[in-house]
T-cell receptor, first 116, second 114 residues
Framework: AQSVTQLDSHVSVSEGTPVLLRCNYS??????LFWYVQHPNKGLQLLLK??????LVKGINGFEAEFKKSETSFHLTKPSAHMSDAAEYFC??????????????FGQGTILTVHP | DTEVTQTPKHLVMGMTNKKSLKCEQH?????MYWYKQKAKKPPELMFV???????INESVPSRFSPECPNSSLLNLHLHALQPEDSALYLC?????????????FGPGTRLLVL
């Protein structure tokens, strides 16, 4: 069984300040981990993914995430927030193989607000 | 090209109507998915097709009927829906049997059932 916990339902930052969105996971298998972003009334866009290669993963739009197995965490960061980053972010886990192929487990989402 | 397209963007239907949602991808992906997303919630998996065959049905009511006519196209046929079925319906696709199973999502169809 696997699960994902996004530790903050809402995060508010000022433009130009760092962003930290926290995600903890549990998985019986070696997981693949993803961050997706969803802007209002849009579909989900893949930000980045971890698939057991480098533990520090760089994504689009200046985002990156670090896989920490000992802490079962996969936090998303960005050094400097931009107004266009305001959106909902989902942390997602899936087993690398196994019988649950195709079944993503989503966190509940974190809404990021960016103030001018 | 990592684009999944969905039509229509918006759909309003009555409870006695029959309508269809369409999803298309030209990335050569052989797995395709339907999700339902209610406001302020993460997407919920409805169906998975792998190589044009239905592989997962998450106990979805029969008023939702999926169809995969070919490897690029996925339909969701709707009949006798209820107001609580109003939601954003997302389609996704992925390369089959890829270790990372990355799913690429379309923009969604916003459905309102009156």
């Amino acid at each position: 069984a696997q699960s994902v916990t996004q530790l903050d339902s809402h995060v508010s930052v000022s433009e130009g300040t760092p962003v930290l969105l926290r995600c903890n996971y549990s998985s019986s298998y070696s997981p693949s981990l993803f961050w997706y972003v969803q802007h209002p009334n849009k579909g989900l866009q893949l930000l980045l993914k971890y698939t057991s290669a480098a533990t520090l993963v760089k994504g689009i739009n200046g985002f990156e995430a670090e896989f920490k197995k000992s802490e079962t965490s996969f936090h998303l960061t960005k050094p400097s927030a931009h107004m266009s980053d305001a959106a909902e972010y989902f942390c997602v886990v899936t087993p690398a193989g196994g019988t649950s192929y195709g079944k993503l487990t989503f966190g509940q989402g974190t809404i990021l607000t960016v103030h001018p | 090209d990592t684009e999944v397209t969905q039509t229509p963007k918006h759909l309003v239907m009555g409870m006695t109507n029959k309508k269809s949602l369409k999803c298309e991808q030209h990335m050569g992906h052989r797995a395709m998915y339907w999700y339902k997303q209610k406001a302020k919630k993460p997407p919920e998996l409805m169906f998975v097709y792998s190589y044009e065959k239905l592989s997962i049905n998450e106990s979805v009511p029969s008023r939702f009927s999926p169809e995969c006519p070919n490897s690029s196209l996925l339909n969701l046929h709707l009949h006798a829906l209820q107001p609580e079925d109003s939601a954003l319906y997302l389609c996704a696709s992925s390369p089959p049997f890829a270790v990372e199973e990355t799913q690429y999502f379309g923009p969604g169809t916003r459905l309102l059932v009156l």
